[in-house]
């Protein structure tokens, strides 16, 4: 069974910092997506990652992804306040048949304080 | 404009009283999925499709039904729904292959009395 584990769960920071947010996952996979989830919405795709070293960048968000070592990090530079929302890792558990779906991270709840 | 149409936004029942719940895409995707949103746990999947008449079992199955019987639609039924469903849903599609995000519908809030 894919496991995704993503930390830190919860994160307040304050405006104009760095910070990393890490998702592991527990099975072979090079296909990775981040989601955004703003409060009381739906989720927004950020980025989508095919392979192993894609670095895929955004603004303030950068994220990359490590196949070997089954983990993909979203940096977040010089935070601002819209930032903030839950951000969810989810990783492709594609079987050559066809998608079989994403399994999610529980989530990153960011908070950026002026 | 594309889009992953869920209805209804907020739906409040009582056990037992069958409800269903609709999705539709106007992106002639293949693949069509389920999610339940429950705080701490993120997002799992309930049930996905991958063509007209092609449905399978995703992590959290029980309890749910679905249907493809058009492209385009991908129904979510409670035959019997309970407490424990109380949850937020989200339906999802892409093209089939891997490697496309997902288009998310706005959600469905459910509450079962």
């Known amino acids: 069974e894919l496991k995704v584990e993503q930390n830190p769960l919860f994160l307040s920071m304050q405006e104009g910092k760095n910070y990393t947010i890490y998702c592991n996952y527990s099975t072979t996979s090079d296909r990775l997506y981040w989601y955004r989830q703003d409060p009381g919405k739906s989720l927004e795709s950020l980025f989508v990652l095919l392979s192993n070293g894609a670095v895929k960048q955004e603004g303030r968000l950068m994220a990359s992804l490590d196949t070997k070592a089954r983990l993909s990090t979203l940096h977040i530079t010089a935070a601002v306040h819209d930032l903030s929302a839950t951000y969810f890792c989810?990783?492709?558990?594609?079987?050559?048949?066809?998608?079989?779906?994403?399994?999610f991270g529980k989530g990153t709840h960011l908070i950026i304080q002026p | 404009e594309a889009q992953v149409t869920q209805n209804p936004r907020y739906l409040i029942t009582v056990t037992g009283k069958k409800l269903t719940v609709t999705c539709s895409q106007n992106?002639?995707?293949?693949?069509m999925s389920w999610y339940r949103q429950d705080p701490g746990l993120g997002l799992r999947q309930i049930y996905y499709?991958?063509?007209?008449?092609?449905?399978d079992k995703g992590d959290v199955p029980e309890g749910y039904k679905v249907s493809r019987k058009e492209k385009r639609n991908f129904p979510l039924i409670l035959e019997s729904p309970s407490p424990n469903q109380t949850s937020l849903y989200f339906c999802?599609?892409?093209?089939?292959?891997?490697?496309?995000?997902?288009?998310f519908g706005s959600g469905t809030q459910l509450s079962v009395l």
């Open positions: 992106m002639n995707h293949e693949y």
């Open positions: 989810a990783v492709d558990t594609y079987s050559g048949g066809g998608a079989d779906g994403l399994t």
């Open positions: 499709s991958m063509n007209v008449e092609v449905t």
């Open positions: 999802a599609s892409t093209y089939l292959g891997g490697g496309e995000k997902l288009f």
